[in-house]
T-cell receptor
């Protein structure tokens, strides 16, 4: 157990739907990062939050959004889902904004049918 | 922008043999470098990291990596591979994405198969 908790572990949904992925960072970590892992794109950085504020954005689609709450857990919202959004979504946390060695959760596998 | 290249998509070694996984990076400044391992259905586990100092870095599970600035490389090595090392290995470079914030850019990964 890495200390980073992601729920749910698996999610199957239909095209056009909206889902929310949840991440609880390791105790004491203030930074949360979201990554998407797919066969063709590999691991792609989506977005980073530090202590509730957005800090960096990567290849995140406009249909996707995220936030970090006062208790530091984070949610990634994916809407108007397409088949191509099927992927593993990882959350990682680190104690500082520099991300000196992330700790990853075990991921949420999203399947869009 | 930073990038990472792992030239070998798939490597097969025999148990007990030595291992070297290649990683080349592109980044204008001194990079932070990482190796992660991912077992099937699992998240990524940090094996080792390089920030500064000694260019030979020791990690968990008997792995080590050497930072060679002149070659822009950070190759992962293990003297004797165990069957449990079969997994996918990712090299990553940490780069400043603005201000004091860093994001990791990952290579495509190298899948390691270990033959008995």
């Amino acid at each position: 157990d890495s200390g980073v908790t992601q729920t749910p572990k698996h999610l199957i949904t239909a095209t056009g739907q909206r889902v929310t992925l949840r991440c609880s960072p390791r105790s004491g970590d203030l930074s949360v990062y979201w990554y998407q892992q797919s066969l063709d794109q590999g691991l792609q950085f989506l977005i980073q939050y530090y202590n509730g504020e957005e800090r960096a954005k990567g290849n995140i689609l406009e249909r996707f959004s995220a936030q970090q709450f006062p208790d530091l857990h984070s949610e990634l919202n994916l809407s108007s889902l397409e088949l191509g959004d099927s992927a593993l979504y990882f959350c990682a946390s680190s104690v500082d904004p520099q991300g000196a060695g992330y700790t990853f959760g075990s991921g949420t596998r999203l399947t869009v049918v | 922008a930073q990038s990472v290249t792992q030239p070998d998509i798939h490597i097969t070694v025999s148990e007990g043999a030595s291992l070297e996984l290649r990683c080349n990076y592109s980044y204008g400044a001194t990079p932070y470098l990482f190796w992660y391992v991912q077992s099937p259905g699992q998240g990524l586990q940090l094996l080792l990291k390089y920030f500064s100092g000694d260019t030979l870095v020791q990690g968990i599970k008997g792995f080590e990596a050497e930072f060679k600035r002149s070659q822009s490389s950070f190759n992962l090595r293990k003297p004797s591979v165990h069957w449990s090392d079969a997994a996918e290995y990712f090299c990553a470079v940490g780069a400043n994405s603005g201000g004091s914030n860093y994001k990791l850019t990952f290579g495509k990964g190298t899948l390691l198969t270990v033959n008995p």
